[in-house]
């Protein structure tokens, strides 16, 4: 925006030739506005078709950071110079899962991920492997010892009933955290059900299971039942 000495807003500064600087080319860089899929008006696009820099300017991060990015007026004297801006550059970053019950004594594997790209749902994007120098876990709780985090891994153990936020912290940029909410509980009811078992190359089809005293022919294929009664009976 710019003033006027009375302090009215201009209208509009369309036509108008500017100089963008920016603080850290290594964090921020200003592609070119011809290059790109934004819809200039006609007269800003003469402007920049012919390398000078309207009134807009396109912004692309980098790196991880803080910079910063003002203008000054080409024309007129003394030179006028907008005052700097503050821009943060950080990844978008969110732990996976993000709500958890367990038990107490359980041992948990949080994952950390990063949104890049085109967007998709969370479960396809890759996790990022740790550990990472500038990503570092806690815990926050109600109370002391509920949660034992690994501070570099993501590793949590449930020591005892309660509730708390696993955190993880990008330590590049202040206020950059994703979370995950655990809660502590003893469970009331368990249920088990059977799932088929298929043999593998190289496995017997009567692999032991040690303490099990039930069947698990159900889910079975015809032809390994057959096998299993066949090496029963004989």
């Known amino acids: 925006?710019?003033?006027?000495?009375?302090?009215?807003?201009?209208s509009s500064l369309e036509g108008l030739e500017f100089r963008w600087r920016l603080g850290d080319a290594s964090i921020l860089q200003s592609p070119k506005l011809v290059d790109s899929a934004f819809k200039l008006s006609p007269v800003r696009r003469a402007l920049a078709e012919?390398?000078?820099?309207?009134?807009?300017?396109?912004?692309?991060?980098?790196?991880?950071?803080?910079?910063?990015?003002?203008?000054?007026?080409t024309i007129g004297t003394p030179v006028i110079v907008s005052p700097e801006v503050h821009?943060?550059?950080?990844?978008?970053?969110?732990?996976?899962p993000s709500?958890?019950?367990?038990?107490p004594m359980a041992h948990l594997q949080l994952q950390l991920k990063i949104l890049r790209g085109p967007r998709r749902p969370l479960e396809e994007l890759p996790p990022v492997q740790l550990p990472v120098p500038h990503f570092h876990w806690h815990a926050q709780?109600?109370?002391?010892?509920?949660?034992?985090?690994?501070?570099?891994m993501g590793r949590v153990v449930?020591?005892?009933?309660?509730?708390?936020?696993?955190?993880?912290?990008?330590?590049?940029?202040?206020?950059?955290?994703?979370?995950?909410?655990?809660?502590?509980t003893n469970p009331v009811t368990l249920r088990f059900w059977t799932q088929p078992l298929w043999r593998a190359p190289g496995i017997s089809i009567m692999k032991q299971i040690p303490?099990?005293?039930?069947?698990?022919e159900?889910?079975?294929?015809?032809?390994?039942?057959?096998?299993?009664?066949?090496?029963?009976?004989?």
């Open 87 to 96: 821009l943060t550059v950080l990844e978008n970053i969110v732990v996976m």
């Open 158 to 184: 449930t020591q005892r009933l309660g509730s708390g936020r696993v955190l993880a912290v990008d330590s590049r940029i202040e206020n950059n955290t994703a979370a995950t909410v655990i809660y502590v």
């Open 141 to 152: 709780t109600e109370g002391e010892g509920v949660l034992f985090v690994e501070p570099e």
């Open 218 to 234: 159900s889910g079975w294929e015809d032809e390994e039942l057959q096998l299993l009664r066949t090496a029963t009976t004989g």
């Open 211 to 216: 303490g099990w005293k039930g069947s698990l």
């Open 99 to 103: 709500l958890l019950y367990a038990p």
């Open 1 to 10: 925006k710019a003033y006027d000495k009375q302090g009215n807003v201009f």
């Open 50 to 73: 012919a390398g000078a820099q309207p009134d807009t300017v396109l912004l692309q991060g980098v790196a991880t950071g803080r910079t910063t990015v003002r203008a000054n007026l």
